[in-house]
């Protein structure tokens, strides 16, 4: 059974910078294109970004353009999301999955905090 295990997160101060890794167990990560979603305390799961593996296609929401990266590396079965110029209101939790996102694959995610 497939798995998608976030790591990488933090408490950064604005302006700072942090890299989270999405690493997939169970199938590779060129099976789908990945997504990174995140979800703010009060508020709906959003998405932040995606990437084709296979053909190095992304997306990135308009509020994080120009300071999120996402990338893979398929050797390693891994994608990551590198986060620059953090904004207070990125603070959430960070979450890998399929995209479109299949159920099974929600996992715990990782806490990004940004504060002074």
């Known amino acids: 059974e497939g798995q998608l295990v976030e790591s990488g997160g933090g408490l950064v101060r604005p302006g700072g910078s942090l890299r989270l890794s999405c690493a997939a167990s169970?199938?590779?990560?060129?099976?789908?294109?990945i997504g990174w979603f995140r979800q703010a305390p009060g508020k709906e799961r959003e998405g932040v970004s995606c990437?084709?593996?296979?053909?190095?296609?992304?997306y990135y929401a308009d509020s994080v353009k120009g300071r999120f990266t996402v990338s893979s590396d398929n050797a390693k079965n891994t994608v990551y999301l590198q986060m620059n110029s953090l904004k207070p209101e990125d603070t959430a939790v960070y979450f890998c999955?399929?995209?479109?996102?299949?159920?099974?694959?929600w996992g715990q995610g990782t806490q990004v905090t940004v504060s002074s």
């Open positions: 999955n399929a995209y479109p996102p299949l159920s099974a694959y």
């Open positions: 169970g199938f590779t990560v060129d099976d789908y294109a």
């Open positions: 990437i084709s593996t296979t053909d190095g296609v992304t």
